[in-house]
């Protein structure tokens, strides 16, 4: 059986049999080669479910805006998100149902406009390994390989490690996940300091990144807050950096690499970077890796009377 149908098949069984009352997956999108998220209550509906490497939204950041219990289809980075939530309390693992689904990544539609130079796609369909593509003097296709996202290039996690279910094949693969910081800590701070500047120079504080980020769960996020005013709301570096690393340490130790936050900027800034630096700090001083264990708590927001002090003269 296709793995799609066994989606459809799984989705139907758990809202029949009442164990879920909304699932969340994905459905075909109104633009070529675009999947949406699809948010399923009636068992007749789920024949609209799709899985491909169109479907890149990060699922988990919808599975707390519902009552009730939720099954999320989830890839890899979805489940890890899903399971940080449950242990920084923003959802009841008594509620959710995690379906997990092996996941061989998700395309990035820059690097799909960068290899079709500007060309516009009127019609894209994804057939085994390859991404098809037509348009008005347009008829290409290309390996899906090409154009993933860099998050999946490198991810180790392809199959849900938490899940409650699972559907279709593991993927096993050995991620290189820090493969693309080696050439950033090759510089010295300086140049890295302007690498950051020089990126977040572009940045237009559309909050996109953090829209799509399931670790963004503040309800009233403080870049929102007027009174006080921690730092303003203009598009000026020092406001812009401070944002950013302010929402870098507030990921740090719940970010999976998932990727979200860098395909929905529309300008393009390289977001993943400085998430990668923390996310390996991270492993290093704690031996921590984000959305493994439901047991274990985010090292930053923890105490532990052997952490390493250093900072302290």
């Not at 799709?50 to 919808?62: G, K, Q, V």
């Not at 799909?112 to 060309?119: C, F, I, T």
């Not at 929402?247 to 900027?265: E, F, K, Q, S």
Request: proline letters at 5%; glycine letters at 6%.
């Amino acid at each position: 059986m296709a793995l799609i149908d066994e989606i459809r098949q799984e989705a139907k069984r758990l809202l029949e049999e009442k164990r879920v009352d909304v699932i969340i997956g994905y459905r075909k999108g109104t633009l070529p080669l675009r999947s949406t998220p699809a948010f399923i209550r009636n068992s007749d509906e789920v024949e609209g479910l799709i899985f491909d490497p169109t479907c890149s939204n990060n699922l988990a950041s919808f599975a707390n805006r519902f009552e009730g219990k939720v099954g999320v289809i989830a890839k890899g980075c979805d489940a890890r998100s899903l399971i940080t939530l449950v242990v920084d309390r923003q959802i009841d693992k008594e509620n959710l149902v995690i379906i997990g689904i092996p996941c061989p990544g998700v395309i990035d539609h820059r690097k799909v406009r960068h290899r079709l130079r500007g060309r516009e796609v009127v019609d894209g369909l994804i057939l085994e390994d390859k991404v098809v593509v037509k348009g008005r003097d347009l008829k290409e296709d290309f390996p899906i390989s090409e154009v993933l996202s860099g998050s999946c290039q490198v991810c180790q996690y392809q199959t849900p490690p938490v899940y409650d279910l699972l559907i279709g094949y593991q993927i096993k693969k050995e991620g290189r996940p820090f493969e693309d910081l080696k050439e950033f800590k090759e510089k010295c701070p300086g140049e890295r300091r302007n690498f950051f500047e020089e990126e977040f120079f572009r940045c237009i504080r559309c909050y996109a990144c953090r829209q799509v980020c399931p670790a963004c769960f503040c309800e009233y996020c403080i870049v929102d807050r007027t009174k006080p005013l921690w730092f303003g709301k203009t598009t000026d570096l020092s406001d812009t950096l401070m944002f950013h690393l302010i929402r870098a340490y507030h990921t740090a130790g719940r970010c999976v690499d998932c990727g979200a936050c860098h395909r929905a900027c529309p300008m393009g800034i390289d977001l993943r970077l400085l998430n990668k630096r923390l996310e390996e700090e991270v492993a290093e001083r704690f031996g921590f890796q984000a959305g493994l264990d439901l047991e274990r708590p985010v090292p930053l927001s923890a105490y532990k009377d052997e952490d390493t002090q250093e900072f302290i003269m």
